[in-house]
């Protein structure tokens, strides 16, 4: 329930590629969420990425990136398994902050764009 296997990450290039040029994506600061629906046999694979451009030091952006893990490890099965059903997704969480954010924080920007992606994945 709480795990983040393999399966569920997004490594696969040709994947990578159609999601970044064919998906759709939101904005809620500071996420920036790219996602497609795509036939996939676990219900999300998932890429974060924290750009060099805004965190020169690899410390920095590996502290986000592991919060931002931690953060989707705990809440994907309440806030996105729930409304996908028996389809899956591909999505891409980039983080678009200038400054680290303190987890709280992060936390609850993350829930909201949970919340703003399942309107948007609805409507589509």
Partial sequence: ??????????????????????????ILHPFRIVWLAEDLSVPAQV???????????AVDRNLLKRRIREIYRLHKSAFLYSFLDCQSILLGITYIGKEIAEYPHMEKKMLAAFEKLKKSYSAS
């Fill in 47 to 57: 890429v974060i990425s924290v750009p060099k451009r805004n965190f020169k030091r």
């Fill in 1 to 26: 329930m709480y795990t983040f296997n393999k399966e569920e990450r997004l490594c696969n290039k040709r994947l990578l590629t159609k999601l970044f040029h064919s998906g759709s994506s939101l």
